[in-house]
C-alpha cells in the first residue's frame, strides 16, 4: 500500500482521482491518500472555481494538463469562505472573521492559521450582535498597515511580525526561503525553519517612487523571476 501511495504522488491530479476507478485496492489506496492528507508532487497548474452545478459541497477544477473540468467534493460547505489565491496545492481561504483556513482540494484537508487578532496592529472590533465564537507548514502573508509581513507556523497561537521593511507588493517560497519584494524593488529573503530567522537584503531598491508594480515569479528549472511594470 506505501509504494502505491508513492505512485500515487507522482501523477497529476486528474490521474490520481481516475485510479480510484481501477479496483478496490486502488480505490482504497486514494481514499488513504485523502485521509491522511498526503500531498501530490509538483503539478500541472489547475484552476479552482465555484459553480451552481458543483453545489455547495464542492467545487470545480480546471485540468490544463488534459483540458477539462473535474467537480471536487469538499468536506464542507466553503461557500461563505473568501479565496485569496493558492501556494504549493493549497488553496488560501478565509472566513467572516477574517482568520485564515489553508485547504487542499485534492484531498481535503484544512489547516486552521492563527487568529488575524494576534497580529501586531490589528485590533478586535465586535458589531452589534458581538460574536465570538506539527505540521512543516509555514505561512508569510502581507498585511495591513503599511503592507508589512507576518508569520506563522501550523501549531502556533499567533502571527509573528517581521518588522524589517513596509509596503511589500510580493511574495514566494522556494527551497527554504520566503522571497518578498517591495514597492521600491527591495528583495528581501527570509529562513524562518529555525529557531530564530534568518534576513538578508538580497537586492537592493532600485525605484525612486512606488509607481511601478513589482512581481517576482518561480522559474520552472527552480530559480526566480523579477519584473517591475510601470502603473
Not at 507522482?10 to 491522511?36: G, H, I, N, Q
Not at 500541472?44 to 452545478?53: Q, V
Not at 508589512?148 to 517581521?162: D, E, I, T, Y
Request: charged fraction near 15%; glycine fraction near 6%; hydrophobic fraction near 40%.
Amino acid at each position: 500500500m506505501d509504494m502505491l501511495l508513492e505512485i500515487l504522488r507522482l501523477l497529476e491530479c486528474p490521474d490520481v482521482m481516475r485510479c480510484a476507478a481501477v479496483c478496490t485496492a486502488w480505490r482504497a489506496a486514494y481514499r488513504d491518500l485523502r485521509r491522511r492528507g498526503i500531498a501530490a508532487s509538483r503539478q500541472t497548474p489547475c484552476l479552482i472555481y465555484r459553480s451552481a452545478a458543483a453545489g455547495l459541497n464542492a467545487i470545480g477544477m480546471y485540468s490544463l494538463s488534459d483540458q477539462r473540468p473535474y467537480t471536487i467534493p469538499i468536506p464542507d460547505p466553503i461557500s461563505e469562505q473568501h479565496w485569496f489565491g493558492s501556494s504549493n496545492g493549497w488553496l488560501i481561504t478565509a472566513d467572516c472573521r477574517s482568520d485564515i483556513i489553508l485547504l487542499n482540494p485534492i484531498t481535503g484537508r484544512r489547516i486552521a492559521l492563527p487568529p488575524a487578532t494576534t497580529m501586531q496592529h490589528v485590533t478586535l472590533v465586535l458589531n452589534e450582535e458581538g460574536f465570538l465564537t506539527n505540521d512543516d507548514c509555514i505561512a508569510m502573508l502581507i498585511h495591513q498597515p503599511y503592507d508589512q509581513l507576518s508569520f506563522a507556523k501550523v501549531g502556533g497561537n499567533s502571527w509573528n511580525w517581521l518588522a524589517v521593511d513596509y509596503t511589500f507588493v510580493d511574495c514566494i517560497y522556494h527551497d527554504g526561503w520566503f522571497y518578498a519584494v517591495t514597492s521600491m524593488g527591495v528583495i528581501h529573503a527570509f529562513n524562518l525553519h529555525g529557531p530564530s530567522v534568518v534576513h538578508k537584503t538580497i537586492f537592493p531598491r532600485i525605484q525612486d517612487n512606488n509607481m511601478h508594480q513589482e512581481y517576482i515569479v518561480q522559474a520552472p528549472w527552480g530559480g526566480a523571476f523579477f519584473g517591475s511594470t510601470e502603473q
